[in-house]
C-alpha cells in the first residue's frame, strides 16, 4: 500500500464524507444550519460536532502522511485521535464504518512513520477499536490489510536491541486479537519470520510478565496453524510451557492460564503430543491437576484447572497419549476428583471434560450387531454411480461394516471434541467458509431446466387455471356449518376435548375395504358429502383464540372414557397376511396384544387437584379428525418394505393434547443418576407397525436395557428416531432404558427435553394423550466404535446414547414410547379424507390430487385449498383464477414429525369456517405437499428416503426414478413459473432438534455477503428485504416463534435444498424453511415449557394469518380486512419502525456449552452445521430496510 495512492482517495473520501449528506434522511432546519456551519472553515474546533472533527483530524493526517511532514504534527494529530477513540464510541463507529477510510490512514501511517510515540498513538487507536468493536471491526482491520503492517512492523521492531518493550507489549496484543481472524495469519507470520521473534522474547524474558502475557497469547495463534504448531515444538515451546505452568500458586494465575491455553492448543498437534508423552509430561499434568484440585477451595481457578484438563484432552488424541494416561491412573485421578466436583454447579465444565477424557481413554467395544446395514432391504430401480448408496451397494458382503480393523489408531477424528471457551477461541474463527461467497451465484437466475413441453405433463394439477365452474353450486357465499352424517365409532376422537358422545364401540376384526370417497375432480361428482359432528352444538369456528373446553378438568376423565366392551373387541385379530400382493390387496391388520386384564377405575376422590390447576390451555372445540376404523382401513393399502401387518394403539386411539402444561425437565445437580432395583420381569418389545423403529434390546441388568435403533433403508447410518412398544411392566419399579447407537453429537435430551410416551390404560380410562415422561436423561457420547463406513470415511468416532429411567404408571399396561409425537402416512391420509368429506363445497375449492407414486407404490398426496369463485361470471372467474399461489411442503425428513403437526394446524384451518380463514382463502391458492417422503415416514426412517438419501439434499438435480417427490414437487413449481404465475411464499416445514422456539431460514444475498467480511460489496447489493416481512409477522402473532433465531444466509453445503433451489432457480423470493422445536420455548407465552401438538397446530395455523397480513401489507387498495385486524396492522408497522437491533444471523446455540460442541443445523438436524465466528458481527438494515420492507410500507400509507 503506498501513501501516495492511499493519500488522494483518502482524502477524496474524507472530504465527500465531510459533505455528503444522507439521501433517506429528513433533516430539520435545525439540522441544516448546523451542517451548514461545519463547512465554513472559520468556525472554531470546539463548536463541531465529533463526527467532523475525526474527519477533520484523520484528513489531517492523511495529508502530513502524503507530504512526510514532521512528525511532531503526525504525533499532535494522532494523540488528538486516540482522546477521541478512547473517549467517544460514536468516534469509533465512525472510523470503522462501511465507506470510511480512516483505517487506511491510519495504516498508511502506521506503515510509513518513523517516530515511535505516533507509532504507539496509532497502536493504542488501533487497540481501542478493536477492543469494544467485537468481531466487525477486527475482520474490519484485516481486510484493511493490517496483519501483515503490523507483521512488518513486529520485525522491524525486533531488529533493535534491546526491543522497545511497550511497543512489543502493543504489537503482540493486538495481533493476538486480529489473527484468529485472518484466514493466512499462520502462513503470513511464518514467512514473516515472526515466530522464532515471539518465542526468542518469551524465553529472554520469563520474569517479565507483563511481556511474557501478550507473547503467550500470540504464541496460541500461531499454533492454530498445524506448520507453526510442529515448527514451534522442535524449538522447545512445549518444554517452555511447562517451566510456566505448575503446582498450585496464588501468582501469576492469568499467565498460568493462557500458557495452559497455549499447551492445550499446542498438543492438538500428534509431533508435539509425541514429544509430550516422551518427556513424561502427561504424569506431570496429572499431578499438577490434582494439586489445583486440592488447593483450589474456593473455585476461583476454575479456568485454570479446565486449561489442565485441555491439554490432557489434546494429547489423549494419541494413541500413546492414552495409554500413558492409562498407565499414570488417569481413569482412577478424573473419577476421583470428577466425584468432589459434582456438588458444586459452576464446576460443571470440569466434570464433562473429565468425562469426555475418561471415555475416549476407555477401551472401544463393538456394537453388538453383525452388520450396520438396515434390517430390511429395498431393491432401488436404479443405483446411483456415486455417493453412499453406491458405496453402501459395492460393499464386498464379507468386509465387516460395524468396526475398523484398527480402530484404536493415532489419526483419532477429534469430532466434535474442540469446543470454544470464549468468544477469541482458535477453534472458531473460520466456520464460515460455508457462507456463498460468489455473486453471480447468489443472485437468482430462474432456470426451468425442463422444457414447456415437458412441463405440460402438470396441466392437470391445476384446474383451478381453467375450469369455468359450469357444473358447480355456486348460488350461496353464506358460511355453513360443518354437519356429520355418518355416526362416530368411538368415543376417542381428536382434537376435540369438549363432551364426547358414548357410541357403540366399532369392531376391530377383520375389515372390508370400503368404497374410495370420491375426488372433486370426478366428473360424475362434484360435491362432497358432510361429516356428522360428535355433538350437535360444536362450534363452526376454529379460531386462534383458544376457547375454554368446558367441563374438561381431571374430575371428568371417566366421561370420555372406553366402555370396557372395547377390550374384548381388541384383542388381536388373527394373522392373515401373507408375503407378496397378498398384503396389499385388502389385507388384514391387527392391534398389538393388549397385555392389560382389565380397565382399572379410578376414584374421583383420589385425583389430584395440580392436574386441575395445570390445565390453563384449553383445548379448542371443532371437528373431529380421527376415526380409527377409517384409520384401519387406510392402513390396509399402505405399502412397508417391512411388510406391517400391526396397528400401534396410539395410531388406532388417535392423541389429544393433555389438559396440563409440561414444563421442561430440569436437570438436578450432584445427582448423577437413581439406583435401579435388581428385581424385576423381562419387558416385552415390538416395533412391527407404521413409523416403527427398534432393531435391538439387550436385558444388560434386571431391569435395564440397551435398545439398538435400525439405520434407514439402503443406508448404514441415521440412527436417532425410535417408536416401539413396551409391555409386561411391574408397577412403582424403575426401568432404565439406554438407545446407543446415536449419532448427532448433541441433543435437546440434555436441556430438558424428555421423549414421549403414550398408556394404552391410560387412553381406556380416557386420557388418549403422548406425555412426556422420564428422568435422569442424559445424551453423552459412548464407548462403541463407529467404523469409517457408518462415519463417512472419518475414524474414531463414537456413537451416542440416549439414557432415561421410567416408572410405569400401571402393571401389564402397553406402552409406547417415541422420540417425538408419531405422525404416520395413514393419520395423513385419514384427516385428508376427514377433511375432505367434511368442507362445504359451495364455499371451499377443495383438491385432494396425486402427485406421484412413491418408489414402493404409495401415493404422494396433492392438495389445493382455495374459496370457490362467487359465481361462474367472467369477472369473479378472473378474480378467482389470478389469485397470487401459496406453495407448501412438510415431512421430507420422516423423523421430524413436529413438521407435519404444524401442518395439520396449517390444513385445518385453511379449511374452517373462521371468516378470516375465508379471506385468506379468497386471498390466495395453496398447492400444498403435506408429506414429501412418504416411504421414509412409513418405514420408520429418520432422514431418507428408501433411496437411501437426503431428499433434501436432491432438489438442484432430482432423479425421477430415485427422487420422484423431490421431481414431480419441482415440476409443480417449474410449470408455475413457465405460465408466469410464480408463488408469492414457499415454505418447507421442517423440525429442529437443537434448537429451542419455531423460526425460519431464508435467502438474502445482501446478508450472505455481509457474512464475508467484504463490506465493501455488500454495500453496493441492492436488494429488496420483503423476505423478512413474514417472518417478522409472525414473531408478533405466533407465541412460539422467535425472530432471532431466524437466518437469512445462503451456504454452500445448503445449495441442493428446497429452499435455496425455489429461491434460486424458481426465483422465489419469499422462500423459507420454518423450523419448530422438538423440545420446548425459552421465550414468549410458552417459555419454559416443552412443546406439544397444541402450541405446533396452533403454529400452523399462525402461519396462514401471517400469510393474510402479509396480503394485507403488499396490496392494501386490493384487499379490505375487518377492523378488528387493521389495529393490528399499524400497530405492527409502528413497532418495526422502532427496531433498533435488527434481527442477524444467529446460530449460536441457546443453551449453555455442553461435553460436545453444538453443532446446530441451518437446515434441519443431522447436517453439520457452519456456525458463524464472531468477527461477522450484525447485519444492520438501512432504515428503509428495517420498515417492513418490499416498498410495503410505502404502499401500506396509500389512500
Given at each position: 500500500m503506498r501513501a501516495g495512492s492511499v493519500a488522494s482517495r483518502a482524502a477524496a473520501a474524507a472530504a465527500a464524507a465531510a459533505s455528503a449528506v444522507p439521501a433517506t434522511r429528513i433533516i430539520c432546519s435545525y439540522e441544516m444550519k448546523k451542517l451548514k456551519m461545519s463547512k465554513l472553515k472559520v468556525i472554531p474546533e470546539k463548536s463541531l460536532t465529533n463526527n467532523s472533527r475525526i474527519v477533520g483530524l484523520l484528513a489531517q493526517?492523511?495529508?502530513?502522511?502524503?507530504?512526510?511532514?514532521?512528525?511532531?504534527?503526525?504525533?499532535?494529530?494522532?494523540?488528538?485521535?486516540?482522546?477521541?477513540?478512547?473517549?467517544?464510541?460514536?468516534?469509533?463507529?465512525?472510523?470503522?464504518?462501511?465507506?470510511?477510510?480512516?483505517?487506511?490512514?491510519?495504516?498508511?501511517?502506521?506503515?510509513?512513520?518513523?517516530?515511535?510515540?505516533?507509532?504507539?498513538?496509532?497502536?493504542?487507536?488501533?487497540?481501542?477499536?478493536?477492543?469494544?468493536?467485537?468481531?466487525?471491526?477486527?475482520?474490519?482491520?484485516?481486510?484493511?490489510?493490517?496483519?501483515?503492517?503490523?507483521?512488518?512492523?513486529?520485525?522491524?521492531?525486533?531488529?533493535?536491541?534491546?526491543?522497545?518493550?511497550?511497543?512489543?507489549?502493543?504489537?503482540?496484543?493486538?495481533?493476538?486479537?486480529?489473527?484468529?481472524?485472518?484466514?493466512?495469519?499462520?502462513?503470513?507470520?511464518?514467512?514473516?519470520?515472526?515466530?522464532?521473534?515471539?518465542?526468542?522474547?518469551?524465553?529472554?524474558?520469563?520474569?517479565?510478565?507483563?511481556?511474557?502475557?501478550?507473547?503467550?497469547?500470540?504464541?496460541?495463534?500461531?499454533?492454530?496453524?498445524?506448520?507453526?504448531?510442529?515448527?514451534?515444538?522442535?524449538?522447545?515451546?512445549?518444554?517452555?510451557?511447562?517451566?510456566?505452568?505448575?503446582?498450585?500458586?496464588?501468582?501469576?494465575?492469568?499467565?498460568?492460564?493462557?500458557?495452559?491455553?497455549?499447551?492445550?492448543?499446542?498438543?492438538?498437534?500428534?509431533?508435539?503430543?509425541?514429544?509430550?508423552?516422551?518427556?513424561?509430561?502427561?504424569?506431570?499434568?496429572?499431578?499438577?491437576?490434582?494439586?489445583?484440585?486440592?488447593?483450589?477451595?474456593?473455585?476461583?481457578?476454575?479456568?485454570?484447572?479446565?486449561?489442565?484438563?485441555?491439554?490432557?484432552?489434546?494429547?489423549?488424541?494419541?494413541?500413546?497419549?492414552?495409554?500413558?494416561?492409562?498407565?499414570?491412573?488417569?481413569?482412577?485421578?478424573?473419577?476421583?476428583?470428577?466425584?468432589?466436583?459434582?456438588?458444586?454447579?459452576?464446576?460443571?465444565?470440569?466434570?464433562?471434560?473429565?468425562?469426555?477424557?475418561?471415555?475416549?481413554?476407555?477401551?472401544?467395544?463393538?456394537?453388538?450387531?453383525?452388520?450396520?446395514?438396515?434390517?430390511?432391504?429395498?431393491?432401488?430401480?436404479?443405483?446411483?454411480?456415486?455417493?453412499?448408496v453406491a458405496q453402501l451397494y459395492s460393499l464386498p458382503p464379507e468386509v465387516d461394516d460395524v468396526v475398523d480393523e484398527s480402530d484404536d489408531n493415532d489419526d483419532i477424528d477429534v469430532e466434535a471434541e474442540n469446543e470454544t471457551e470464549n468468544e477469541d477461541d482458535l477453534d472458531q474463527n473460520f466456520k464460515n467458509d460455508d457462507i456463498e461467497t460468489d455473486i453471480n451465484k447468489l443472485k437468482p437466475q430462474q432456470e426451468l431446466g425442463r422444457t414447456i413441453e415437458d412441463l405440460k405433463m402438470y396441466e392437470h394439477l391445476f384446474p383451478e387455471l381453467v375450469d369455468d365452474f359450469q357444473d358447480y353450486d355456486l348460488i350461496s357465499k353464506e358460511p355453513k356449518p360443518f354437519v356429520f352424517e355418518g355416526k362416530v365409532r368411538g368415543p376417542i376422537v381428536v382434537p376435540t376435548a369438549g363432551e364426547e358422545t358414548s357410541g357403540n364401540s366399532g369392531s376391530l376384526g377383520k375389515v372390508v375395504m370400503k368404497e374410495n370417497i370420491p375426488s372433486r375432480g370426478d366428473e360424475g361428482e362434484k360435491k362432497s358429502t358432510f361429516m356428522d359432528l360428535a355433538k350437535e352444538n360444536i362450534k363452526d369456528d376454529r379460531t386462534l383464540q383458544q376457547q375454554p373446553a368446558p367441563g374438561f378438568t381431571a374430575e371428568t376423565k371417566k366421561d370420555c372414557s372406553l366402555p370396557l366392551t372395547v377390550l374384548t373387541c381388541a384383542k388381536a385379530c388373527p394373522h392373515m397376511a401373507a408375503c407378496g400382493n397378498v398384503l396389499f390387496e385388502g389385507r388384514t391388520v391387527q392391534l398389538g396384544k393388549l397385555c392389560c386384564t382389565g380397565v382399572e377405575t379410578e376414584d374421583e376422590d383420589t385425583e389430584s387437584n395440580s392436574s386441575?390447576?395445570?390445565?390453563?390451555?384449553?383445548?379448542?372445540?371443532?371437528?373431529?379428525?380421527?376415526?380409527?376404523?377409517?384409520?384401519?382401513?387406510?392402513?390396509?393399502?399402505?405399502?412397508?418394505?417391512?411388510?406391517?401387518?400391526?396397528?400401534?394403539?396410539?395410531?388406532?386411539?388417535?392423541?389429544?393434547?393433555?389438559?396440563?402444561?409440561?414444563?421442561?425437565?430440569?436437570?438436578?445437580?450432584?445427582?448423577?443418576?437413581?439406583?435401579?432395583?435388581?428385581?424385576?420381569?423381562?419387558?416385552?418389545?415390538?416395533?412391527?407397525?407404521?413409523?416403527?423403529?427398534?432393531?435391538?434390546?439387550?436385558?444388560?441388568?434386571?431391569?435395564?436395557?440397551?435398545?439398538?435403533?435400525?439405520?434407514?433403508i439402503n443406508s448404514n447410518h441415521y440412527h436417532q428416531w425410535f417408536y416401539f412398544e413396551v409391555s409386561g411392566m411391574r408397577l412403582g419399579v424403575a426401568y432404565r432404558f439406554n438407545i446407543i447407537n446415536c449419532e448427532k453429537s448433541n441433543s435437546q435430551f440434555n436441556y430438558g427435553m424428555q421423549p414421549l410416551m403414550y398408556s394404552v390404560q391410560e387412553a381406556l380410562n380416557g386420557r388418549p394423550w403422548w406425555i412426556r415422561m422420564g428422568i435422569d436423561i442424559c445424551y453423552y457420547k459412548n464407548h462403541f466404535s463407529r467404523s469409517s463406513v457408518a462415519a463417512g470415511g472419518q475414524k474414531g468416532k463414537s456413537y451416542y446414547t440416549i439414557t432415561f429411567t421410567v416408572n410405569f404408571p400401571h402393571k401389564d399396561d402397553v406402552c409406547y414410547f417415541a422420540y417425538h409425537y408419531p405422525y404416520t402416512y395413514s393419520t395423513l391420509q385419514m384427516h385428508l379424507q376427514k377433511l375432505e368429506s367434511a368442507h362445504n363445497p359451495q364455499q371451499i375449492y377443495f383438491r385432494k390430487d396425486v402427485l406421484c407414486e412413491t418408489l414402493s407404490g404409495n401415493t404422494c398426496p396433492l392438495v389445493t385449498i382455495t374459496a370457490m369463485p362467487e359465481s361462474n361470471y367472467y369477472e369473479h372467474l378472473c378474480q378467482f383464477r389470478n389469485r397470487p399461489y401459496v406453495f407448501l411442503s412438510a415431512r421430507v425428513h420422516p423423523g421430524e414429525t413436529n413438521a407435519s403437526w404444524v401442518m395439520k394446524g396449517t390444513l385445518e384451518y385453511l379449511m374452517s369456517n373462521n371468516p378470516?380463514?375465508?379471506?385468506?382463502?379468497?386471498?390466495?391458492?395453496?398447492?400444498?405437499?403435506?408429506?414429501?417422503?412418504?416411504?421414509?415416514?412409513?418405514?420408520?426412517?429418520?432422514?431418507?428416503?428408501?433411496?437411501?438419501?437426503?431428499?433434501?439434499?436432491?432438489?438442484?438435480?432430482?432423479?425421477?426414478?430415485?427422487?420422484?417427490?423431490?421431481?414431480?414437487?419441482?415440476?409443480?413449481?417449474?410449470?408455475?413459473?413457465?405460465?408466469?404465475?410464480?408463488?408469492?411464499?414457499?415454505?418447507?416445514?421442517?423440525?429442529?432438534?437443537?434448537?429451542?422456539?419455531?423460526?425460519?431460514?431464508?435467502?438474502?444475498?445482501?446478508?450472505?455477503?455481509?457474512?464475508?467480511?467484504?463490506?465493501?460489496?455488500?454495500?453496493?447489493?441492492?436488494e429488496d428485504t420483503g423476505y423478512r416481512t413474514l417472518p417478522k409477522i409472525l414473531s408478533h402473532i405466533a407465541p412460539a416463534f422467535c425472530m432471532s433465531s431466524c437466518s437469512f444466509v445462503v451456504e454452500k453445503s445448503k445449495e441442493s435444498t428446497a429452499r435455496v433451489v425455489v429461491w434460486r432457480e424458481i426465483g422465489v423470493q419469499r422462500s423459507y424453511t420454518m423450523e419448530s422445536t422438538l423440545c420446548g420455548c425459552d421465550q414468549g407465552k410458552y417459555k419454559g415449557l416443552q412443546i406439544g401438538t397444541r402450541e405446533l397446530e396452533e403454529m400452523g395455523a399462525k402461519f396462514c394469518v401471517g400469510l393474510l397480513r402479509l396480503k394485507r401489507l403488499t396490496s392494501p387498495l386490493e384487499y379490505n380486512l375487518p377492523s378488528s385486524l387493521l389495529d393490528f396492522e399499524n400497530d405492527l408497522i409502528e413497532s418495526s419502525c422502532k427496531v433498533t437491533s435488527p434481527t442477524t444471523y444467529v446460530l449460536d446455540e441457546d443453551e449453555p456449552r455442553f461435553l460436545e460442541e453444538v453443532d446446530y443445523s441451518a437446515e434441519s438436524n443431522d447436517e453439520l452445521d457452519i456456525e458463524l465466528a464472531e468477527n461477522v458481527g450484525d447485519y444492520e438494515p438501512s432504515a428503509q430496510e428495517e420498515v417492513l420492507s418490499d416498498s410495503e410500507l410505502s404502499r401500506t400509507y396509500l389512500p
Amino acid at each position: 500500500m503506498r501513501a501516495g495512492s492511499v493519500a488522494s482517495r483518502a482524502a477524496a473520501a474524507a472530504a465527500a464524507a465531510a459533505s455528503a449528506v444522507p439521501a433517506t434522511r429528513i433533516i430539520c432546519s435545525y439540522e441544516m444550519k448546523k451542517l451548514k456551519m461545519s463547512k465554513l472553515k472559520v468556525i472554531p474546533e470546539k463548536s463541531l460536532t465529533n463526527n467532523s472533527r475525526i474527519v477533520g483530524l484523520l484528513a489531517q493526517l492523511e495529508k502530513i502522511n502524503a507530504e512526510s511532514s514532521e512528525s511532531d504534527t503526525a504525533r499532535y494529530v494522532t494523540s488528538k485521535i486516540l482522546h477521541l477513540a478512547q473517549s467517544q464510541e460514536k468516534t469509533r463507529r465512525e472510523m470503522t464504518a462501511k465507506g470510511s477510510t480512516g483505517m487506511e490512514i491510519l495504516l498508511s501511517t502506521l506503515e510509513n512513520t518513523k517516530d515511535l510515540q505516533t507509532t504507539l498513538n496509532i497502536l493504542s487507536i488501533l487497540v481501542e477499536l478493536v477492543s469494544a468493536g467485537g468481531g466487525r471491526r477486527v475482520s474490519f482491520l484485516v481486510t484493511k490489510g493490517g496483519s501483515q503492517i503490523l507483521l512488518q512492523l513486529l520485525m522491524n521492531a525486533s531488529k533493535e536491541s534491546p526491543p522497545h518493550e511497550e511497543l512489543m507489549v502493543q504489537i503482540h496484543s493486538i495481533l493476538a486479537k486480529i489473527g484468529p481472524k485472518d484466514k493466512k495469519f499462520g502462513v503470513k507470520a511464518r514467512i514473516n519470520g515472526a515466530l522464532n521473534i515471539t518465542l526468542n522474547l518469551v524465553k529472554q524474558n520469563l520474569q517479565n510478565h507483563r511481556l511474557v502475557l501478550p507473547c503467550l497469547q500470540l504464541l496460541r495463534v500461531y499454533s492454530a496453524n498445524s506448520v507453526n504448531s510442529v515448527s514451534l515444538g522442535k524449538n522447545g515451546v512445549v518444554e517452555l510451557m511447562f517451566k510456566i505452568i505448575g503446582p498450585f500458586s496464588k501468582k501469576n494465575s492469568s499467565l498460568i492460564k493462557v500458557a495452559l491455553d497455549t499447551l492445550a492448543a499446542l498438543l492438538k498437534s500428534k509431533t508435539n503430543a509425541r514429544r509430550a508423552v516422551d518427556r513424561g509430561y502427561v504424569q506431570v499434568l496429572l499431578t499438577i491437576y490434582v494439586d489445583w484440585h486440592r488447593h483450589d477451595n474456593r473455585h476461583r481457578n476454575m479456568l485454570i484447572r479446565k486449561g489442565i484438563l485441555q491439554s490432557l484432552k489434546s494429547v489423549t488424541n494419541i494413541k500413546l497419549g492414552r495409554k500413558a494416561f492409562i498407565d499414570a491412573n488417569g481413569m482412577k485421578i478424573l473419577y476421583n476428583t470428577s466425584q468432589e466436583c459434582l456438588a458444586v454447579r459452576t464446576l460443571d465444565p470440569l466434570v464433562n471434560t473429565s468425562s469426555l477424557i475418561m471415555r475416549k481413554c476407555f477401551p472401544k467395544n463393538r456394537l453388538p450387531l453383525p452388520t450396520i446395514k438396515s434390517s430390511f432391504h429395498f431393491q432401488l430401480p436404479v443405483i446411483p454411480v456415486t455417493g453412499p448408496v453406491a458405496q453402501l451397494y459395492s460393499l464386498p458382503p464379507e468386509v465387516d461394516d460395524v468396526v475398523d480393523e484398527s480402530d484404536d489408531n493415532d489419526d483419532i477424528d477429534v469430532e466434535a471434541e474442540n469446543e470454544t471457551e470464549n468468544e477469541d477461541d482458535l477453534d472458531q474463527n473460520f466456520k464460515n467458509d460455508d457462507i456463498e461467497t460468489d455473486i453471480n451465484k447468489l443472485k437468482p437466475q430462474q432456470e426451468l431446466g425442463r422444457t414447456i413441453e415437458d412441463l405440460k405433463m402438470y396441466e392437470h394439477l391445476f384446474p383451478e387455471l381453467v375450469d369455468d365452474f359450469q357444473d358447480y353450486d355456486l348460488i350461496s357465499k353464506e358460511p355453513k356449518p360443518f354437519v356429520f352424517e355418518g355416526k362416530v365409532r368411538g368415543p376417542i376422537v381428536v382434537p376435540t376435548a369438549g363432551e364426547e358422545t358414548s357410541g357403540n364401540s366399532g369392531s376391530l376384526g377383520k375389515v372390508v375395504m370400503k368404497e374410495n370417497i370420491p375426488s372433486r375432480g370426478d366428473e360424475g361428482e362434484k360435491k362432497s358429502t358432510f361429516m356428522d359432528l360428535a355433538k350437535e352444538n360444536i362450534k363452526d369456528d376454529r379460531t386462534l383464540q383458544q376457547q375454554p373446553a368446558p367441563g374438561f378438568t381431571a374430575e371428568t376423565k371417566k366421561d370420555c372414557s372406553l366402555p370396557l366392551t372395547v377390550l374384548t373387541c381388541a384383542k388381536a385379530c388373527p394373522h392373515m397376511a401373507a408375503c407378496g400382493n397378498v398384503l396389499f390387496e385388502g389385507r388384514t391388520v391387527q392391534l398389538g396384544k393388549l397385555c392389560c386384564t382389565g380397565v382399572e377405575t379410578e376414584d374421583e376422590d383420589t385425583e389430584s387437584n395440580s392436574s386441575v390447576e395445570q390445565a390453563s390451555v384449553e383445548v379448542p372445540d371443532g371437528p373431529t379428525l380421527h376415526d380409527p376404523d377409517l384409520y384401519i382401513e387406510i392402513v390396509k393399502n399402505t405399502k412397508s418394505v417391512p411388510e406391517y401387518s400391526e396397528v400401534a394403539y396410539p395410531d388406532y386411539f388417535g392423541h389429544i393434547p393433555p389438559p396440563f402444561k409440561e414444563p421442561i425437565l430440569e436437570r438436578p445437580y450432584g445427582v448423577q443418576s437413581y439406583a435401579i432395583p435388581e428385581e424385576g420381569d423381562i419387558l416385552k418389545f415390538n416395533s412391527k407397525f407404521e413409523s416403527g423403529n427398534l432393531r435391538k434390546v439387550i436385558q444388560i441388568r434386571k431391569n435395564e436395557y440397551d435398545l439398538i435403533l435400525n439405520s434407514d433403508i439402503n443406508s448404514n447410518h441415521y440412527h436417532q428416531w425410535f417408536y416401539f412398544e413396551v409391555s409386561g411392566m411391574r408397577l412403582g419399579v424403575a426401568y432404565r432404558f439406554n438407545i446407543i447407537n446415536c449419532e448427532k453429537s448433541n441433543s435437546q435430551f440434555n436441556y430438558g427435553m424428555q421423549p414421549l410416551m403414550y398408556s394404552v390404560q391410560e387412553a381406556l380410562n380416557g386420557r388418549p394423550w403422548w406425555i412426556r415422561m422420564g428422568i435422569d436423561i442424559c445424551y453423552y457420547k459412548n464407548h462403541f466404535s463407529r467404523s469409517s463406513v457408518a462415519a463417512g470415511g472419518q475414524k474414531g468416532k463414537s456413537y451416542y446414547t440416549i439414557t432415561f429411567t421410567v416408572n410405569f404408571p400401571h402393571k401389564d399396561d402397553v406402552c409406547y414410547f417415541a422420540y417425538h409425537y408419531p405422525y404416520t402416512y395413514s393419520t395423513l391420509q385419514m384427516h385428508l379424507q376427514k377433511l375432505e368429506s367434511a368442507h362445504n363445497p359451495q364455499q371451499i375449492y377443495f383438491r385432494k390430487d396425486v402427485l406421484c407414486e412413491t418408489l414402493s407404490g404409495n401415493t404422494c398426496p396433492l392438495v389445493t385449498i382455495t374459496a370457490m369463485p362467487e359465481s361462474n361470471y367472467y369477472e369473479h372467474l378472473c378474480q378467482f383464477r389470478n389469485r397470487p399461489y401459496v406453495f407448501l411442503s412438510a415431512r421430507v425428513h420422516p423423523g421430524e414429525t413436529n413438521a407435519s403437526w404444524v401442518m395439520k394446524g396449517t390444513l385445518e384451518y385453511l379449511m374452517s369456517n373462521n371468516p378470516t380463514a375465508q379471506s385468506l382463502r379468497e386471498s390466495y391458492i395453496f398447492k400444498i405437499v403435506p408429506m414429501l417422503n412418504p416411504d421414509g415416514v412409513i418405514n420408520g426412517n429418520h432422514r431418507c428416503s428408501l433411496s437411501g438419501e437426503d431428499l433434501n439434499r436432491q432438489w438442484q438435480s432430482p432423479n425421477p426414478d430415485l427422487h420422484p417427490t423431490i421431481y414431480h414437487a419441482k415440476g409443480l413449481l417449474q410449470y408455475l413459473a413457465a405460465v408466469k404465475r410464480l408463488p408469492l411464499v414457499y415454505c418447507d416445514y421442517h423440525g429442529h432438534s437443537r434448537k429451542k422456539n419455531v423460526f425460519m431460514y431464508g435467502c438474502s444475498i445482501k446478508e450472505t455477503v455481509w457474512r464475508t467480511n467484504d463490506n465493501a460489496t455488500s454495500c453496493d447489493v441492492v436488494e429488496d428485504t420483503g423476505y423478512r416481512t413474514l417472518p417478522k409477522i409472525l414473531s408478533h402473532i405466533a407465541p412460539a416463534f422467535c425472530m432471532s433465531s431466524c437466518s437469512f444466509v445462503v451456504e454452500k453445503s445448503k445449495e441442493s435444498t428446497a429452499r435455496v433451489v425455489v429461491w434460486r432457480e424458481i426465483g422465489v423470493q419469499r422462500s423459507y424453511t420454518m423450523e419448530s422445536t422438538l423440545c420446548g420455548c425459552d421465550q414468549g407465552k410458552y417459555k419454559g415449557l416443552q412443546i406439544g401438538t397444541r402450541e405446533l397446530e396452533e403454529m400452523g395455523a399462525k402461519f396462514c394469518v401471517g400469510l393474510l397480513r402479509l396480503k394485507r401489507l403488499t396490496s392494501p387498495l386490493e384487499y379490505n380486512l375487518p377492523s378488528s385486524l387493521l389495529d393490528f396492522e399499524n400497530d405492527l408497522i409502528e413497532s418495526s419502525c422502532k427496531v433498533t437491533s435488527p434481527t442477524t444471523y444467529v446460530l449460536d446455540e441457546d443453551e449453555p456449552r455442553f461435553l460436545e460442541e453444538v453443532d446446530y443445523s441451518a437446515e434441519s438436524n443431522d447436517e453439520l452445521d457452519i456456525e458463524l465466528a464472531e468477527n461477522v458481527g450484525d447485519y444492520e438494515p438501512s432504515a428503509q430496510e428495517e420498515v417492513l420492507s418490499d416498498s410495503e410500507l410505502s404502499r401500506t400509507y396509500l389512500p
